[in-house]
């Protein structure tokens, strides 16, 4: 087994590299796998591009996104399970289990956290079954509370387990994110949690970088360049009993006016460096 054995990039990552240059460099590097994203999937075609990854031998950690499920309106409810339908499907055609959902913020003119919280729980009760019919889990995706308002009204890795836990494991679990999750001193015992009820389906990992630069969305970052402890991260994961993919997903300006093949070797390195066991990586990239 290699260093980078469960190392996975997710696109968005190196966004300036279409789907057949990022295949070519995961390659080159000896990545494993990768997360991919709806749009560019549909932009390079979805049939194609589930050929790309297996002709290249790529595996699919996860595809981005479902969820926006907080809609009041019956018109904007429907269109939104529908998309999440469709996405669940593109998820099983790529062949990755795991779809990622964000679960959206408060509709216009609410402050009700409590009742958005409350339409995705419905929501997730329609996707769910759907979802695994398929062979695909949905993972809710708790986001950083300065998202709260118009994005993502799941903030907390607790919030995300309570909404998952009357639907099996099979088919609603979440996404622990370092990026996300970082300042909250109950993520450990959720990490714990999420892992001993089978629904840690997704880990991803960025840096929290201060002071946050300005359009904070695309501020994560890079790993080593931030205050988060990432190797900690990984040891309480691995601690816990997770064995799936440590992908890492990064929003970040600077890094995508770059060369995306420099990018991406660079990653590798930070990886092994800052996630990996002292002593274990393998040789340092550029």
Do not use: K
Not at 226 to 237: M, P, T
């Amino acid at each position: 087994m290699t260093d980078l054995a469960r190392f996975s990039v997710n696109q968005m990552t190196v966004r300036q590299l279409s789907l057949p240059q990022l295949a070519a460099a995961c390659v080159r590097l000896g990545i494993p796998a990768v997360g991919l994203w709806r749009e560019p999937v549909a932009e390079h075609g979805l049939h194609a591009t589930a050929r790309l990854m297996r002709d290249a031998g790529l595996s699919v950690s996860t595809l981005c996104r479902g969820g926006f499920l907080t809609a009041t309106e019956p018109v904007e409810r429907r269109a939104a399970l529908d998309d999440n339908r469709a996405a669940v499907d593109e998820a099983a055609t790529l062949g990755t289990r795991t779809l990622v959902l964000v679960s959206g913020g408060l509709p216009p003119g609410s402050r009700d956290l409590a009742a958005a919280r409350r339409r995705v729980a419905d929501a997730l009760a329609e996707l769910g079954p759907y979802a695994a019919e398929r062979g695909v889990r949905l993972a809710v995706e708790p986001l950083h509370p300065m998202y709260a308002a118009d994005r993502c009204v799941v903030s907390t890795l607790s919030q995300a387990l309570d909404l998952a836990a009357p639907f099996p494991s099979t088919q609603v679990g979440v996404v622990v994110d370092s990026y996300h999750l970082w300042w909250d001193d109950r993520t450990a015992a959720g990490v714990d949690r999420a892992a001993r009820e089978g629904r840690l389906h997704a880990f991803q990992l960025a840096d929290w970088v201060t002071p946050l630069p300005h359009g904070v969305l695309t501020g994560r970052g890079q790993l080593g360049d931030g205050c988060v402890d990432l190797r900690s991260f990984r040891e309480r994961a691995d601690a816990a009993g997770y064995t799936g993919p440590i992908e890492v997903e990064l929003f970040n300006d600077a890094l995508w006016a770059e060369d995306g093949t420099a990018v991406l070797a660079r990653t590798v390195e930070r990886y092994r460096r800052h996630v990996l066991p002292p002593g274990t990586a393998g040789p340092s990239g550029p």
